[in-house]
């Protein structure tokens, strides 16, 4: 769970899964485009290729492969553990 809070306190990362709840199943050269032209943000395209495998390895971003091109996709599974872990616990339930 400690990747999944890391992932989320970078603000690039966090607008990189913005990016990616407009519009889902993007690649690295569409994602870099909409970051870009929609915030202003001037990274490389390595250094958001860098941020995509640290969320990828929080569990926030699974990939597909298509031909030779790899489709980005937000999975908020970690996020609704998390959330419901303490939501059950206002609830006086015990976690799942």
């Not at 990016?19 to 569409?30: A, K, S, V």
């Not at 298509?66 to 998390?82: A, M, Q, S």
Request: overall charge negative; hydrophobic content about 35%.
């Amino acid at each position: 769970m400690g990747d999944v809070f890391k992932a989320l306190a970078d603000p690039t990362r966090r607008t990189i899964l913005d990016e990616l709840t407009d519009r889902n199943g993007q690649t690295l050269f569409e994602l870099c485009g909409r970051l870009t032209m929609k915030h202003g943000l001037s990274s490389t395209r390595q250094a958001i290729s860098q941020h995509l495998d640290v969320l990828e390895a929080a569990g926030l971003v699974e990939t597909t492969r298509e031909g030779r091109y790899k489709f980005h996709h937000i999975n908020t599974g970690p996020l609704r553990t998390i959330v419901e872990r303490w939501l059950a616990g206002d609830r006086g339930e015990e976690p799942t």
